[in-house]
């Protein structure tokens, strides 16, 4: 039997459908109601013993990805036990953990994910390092996601790819965190949730909370004035990636040069990719860190346009926050842009 978690009389995931309901969003209820079924099993198998207990007194969560490690860590202080998983500088669309990263995971009493296809992994990786169904937050489950645009998914005029995939245009964008706002409207019901593993840590996660909303409203702003500045609106980028920070922040997507992360971009796709680039009128082209830059660097050779890289993901020097990491990207933006 699965262990007993404190699911009973907390609902951040029932107020985040009900907000919900009001837009248009496929799928996204369904993903939803599949998360709460699954707490709801995890809280029925405790009926009928005593009131639900905290798990453990530093209760241990597994993230996925670096941006929202972070939050989760600044979030949860000394309260919890956060274990970022993806190493920094690999890819969190294809990332399979070692034995002993697996291992690591033993104990885990929640996983936070972006999901909507991104890093479903972890959850599999946990429940098998646990020998049970732990519970998962699905952070872009909460959000009004955006759709996959065709160029971010390797649609351009002329050029359509045959084979079906989570990066498919209209499907929904993983890659929320880019955006300074998206994170701020997830933090209240992450804080909710460590709060239902620890209800004696609320007050100071509370606190943490604000002190990252307001963190995250100045990021927010910086990044508005700064980007009203920039000369060109056109991006080309390695993968779909940025699509949430374009809309945010009024660029545009304009072509990306890997469509299908970690899957070498065809020569007949990076054709189509120089033949669109002679009516875009954008500047440069970005590799990413995780991604191998040669694609990228063979479009910026043939197209005649410089390389700069956009960074996804961070974790590393001088992108070791989340707020660093942004502004790392945003830094990039301006002398690409300007
Ligand atoms: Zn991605």
Known sequence: MPRQLPWSGFDPFMSAMNQRESHVHPGGGKRAAALIAALIVLAACGDGESPATPVSSTPKIAVSVFPLCNLTERLAGEDFEVQCVLPAGRDAH??????REVAALEGTDLVVIAGLGLDEWLRQVVNSATSEEVAALELGGLIETREVQAPEAGELEGHHHDHGHSHAAGAPDPHF??????????????????????PEAREGLENRERELQTSLRALHREIADEAQTWTHRN???????????ADRYNLNVAAVIEPFPGQEPSPRYLASVLSALENIEAPVVFSEPQLEARPARLVAEQSGRQMYELDPLGGTEGRDSYEALIRHNVSVLRRALE
């Open 235 to 245: 991006i080309v980028t390695f993968h779909g990636s940025f699509g949430y920070f």
């Open 177 to 198: 965190w880019l955006d300074p706002r998206m994170i701020a409207e997830v933090l209240p019901t992450l804080r909710d949730t460590l709060a239902a593993l620890k």
């Open 94 to 99: 294809s990332y399979d953990p070692t034995p």
